[in-house]
């Protein structure tokens, strides 16, 4: 009988509901009752504060790993200048796997240059392609003074000591004349000093920033300190032995490239990009026996499925016996765009469940609380409390909630937000910590704005209820 009377709910002495007069002149009496409430009843008010807090460390929470999962997604997901290549070396997409492949052939043997605008003659007819491009891709050594590095790549780097020299790998990327020239135009650079035998080259020197463990995980940083300068290169075999003689050559260092090289197996990629741009009719002045150099045809297409089927029928009635591979780049692309739908989708409702979880979860604790205290608001409603004086009461009691749960509920969530965004980068991805500002804005509004519906809502019911009726359920 005692349980159900709940007579020995609270038991408390006056110091134990003590509070400073300082608090009585700042809150007044509405604000000291809600105070004495709190410490009347530790229990209740433990449980308002700790389901309150629950909810904010699981919003914000949520909300940083979705962040950071999409920003993980869109930086898998990059577009490409063509749908369709045709290379005549066996390479394959960089980070796909070759399942991915709409088709892949091996074959022994090399295809010449004849055989190979021969074919693009034909394949650049099939049905849906409305652009099409050639290019080569070259392997050189390129002998770099370690002076000649920025502080932070050589900082970053393993050439740490200055006034050391080093043989480097870069590639050089012949491309269309035109193109090539538009691409000059482009960057307002005088056609007469990058054009002819012996004009400069334009090349693109970038390196990954590596994590300094303060968030910064991404981005690219300048390998070289000037923005032109002149090398000596030596052309390289596949396994980068030298071949052919060296050769002087000015480069002048740019951001961008004009068109989108031909895929490397992962083997291949480097932490960094340092290659040359040059119109294909310079090829034959870098050439070199045993040199290794991939050829590849580009093509934009309505319809890439499609095409890609024409063109794998044109190659075999071509009887083409060389080395090479064929395959679908749209259809990759879409797959992983598809990807980041599935992301983003999956973001979206984890957090709208986890906040809807969150919201019914303080709505039924705070309301059970308020139902628990019917005959003690009733009580006070008896001994002459207005209804404004009691909606003050409770007023402070929200804020009161609401204050205890930021002060414990944030540092909470921004510490899960960081140990998140550890486990996303030491799983491979290169992004940025983003700190939760919106999650932690909607927080604060939401807690005091749920608070404050639920505390309307439970008490409305308990104002429609005849006071009498309420003191005498005490008694009974």
């Not at 022994?108 to 190979?116: L, P, Q, Y």
């Not at 000591?161 to 482009?186: H, K, N, T, W």
């Not at 961008?256 to 291949?268: A, F, G, Q, R, Y």
């Not at 026996?289 to 794998?312: D, I, K, N, V, W």
């Amino acid at each position: 009988m005692e349980c159900i009377r709940q007579t020995n709910e609270i038991k408390v002495d006056e110091k134990s509901v003590k509070t400073s007069k300082f608090a009585k002149r700042i809150f007044g009496l509405e604000g000291t009752l809600a105070l004495k409430n709190f410490k009347r009843n530790r229990r209740r008010y433990r449980s308002i504060v700790l389901s309150l807090t629950l909810s904010v460390v699981l919003f914000i929470s949520a909300n940083t790993f979705g962040t950071h999962l999409k920003r993980a997604a869109e930086q898998a997901v990059v577009d490409s200048d063509y749908d369709i290549c045709f290379s005549t070396d066996d390479i394959c997409i960089n980070n796909f796997s070759s399942d991915n492949f709409s088709t892949e052939d091996f074959h022994s043997g090399c295809m010449n240059e004849d055989e190979i605008f021969d074919l693009y003659d034909e394949l650049r007819t099939a049905e849906g392609v409305y652009e099409s491009s050639y290019q080569a891709l070259s392997s050189f050594s390129c002998y770099v003074e370690t002076d000649t590095f920025t502080d932070e790549y050589r900082e970053s780097s393993d050439y740490v000591l200055a006034g050391e020299s080093l043989d480097l790998p870069m590639d050089i990327q012949f491309i269309e004349d035109s193109v090539y020239l538009r691409f000059l135009e482009s960057l307002d650079l005088p056609l007469e000093e990058y054009t002819g035998r012996d004009g400069q080259m334009i090349a693109v020197a970038k390196a990954k920033r590596a994590d300094n463990g303060k968030g910064k995980a991404s981005g690219l940083m300048d390998m070289f300190s000037d923005r032109s300068m002149n090398f000596q290169i030596t052309p390289t075999t596949r396994e980068g032995a030298k071949t052919g003689p060296e050769q002087d050559i000015r480069i002048t260092f740019v951001d961008t490239i004009p068109v989108d090289t031909l895929p490397k197996p992962p083997s291949e990629v480097r932490p960094y990009v340092f290659m040359a741009v040059a119109p294909y009719h310079m090829k034959e002045t870098f050439e070199a026996p045993g040199a290794h150099t991939a050829m590849g045809l580009t093509f934009r297409s309505e319809t890439p499925s499609q095409s890609t089927s024409e063109m794998e029928t044109m190659i075999k009635n071509a009887g083409i016996t060389s080395r090479y591979t064929l395959y679908n780049v749209h259809q990759m692309l879409e797959q992983n765009h598809n990807i980041l739908f599935i992301i983003n989708l999956f973001t979206c409702v984890f957090v709208i469940m986890i906040s809807l979880i969150a919201v019914a979860n303080v709505f039924n604790t705070i309301s059970t609380n308020i139902r628990l205290r019917r005959r003690e608001l009733a009580m006070l409603r008896s001994v002459g409390m207005s209804d404004r004086d009691f909606q003050k009461m409770i007023n402070f009691e929200c804020a009161f909630y609401g204050i205890r749960t930021l002060l414990f509920g944030l540092p909470v969530s921004v510490i899960l937000s960081w140990l998140i965004y550890r486990g996303l980068t030491a799983g491979g991805a290169e992004i940025d910590f983003v700190f939760p500002w919106t999650s932690i804005g909607i927080s604060v509004f939401g807690v005091f704005f749920i608070e404050f519906i639920t505390m309307l809502y439970a008490v409305g019911k308990l104002k429609r209820e005849n006071i009498i009726d309420a003191l005498l359920d005490d008694i009974t």
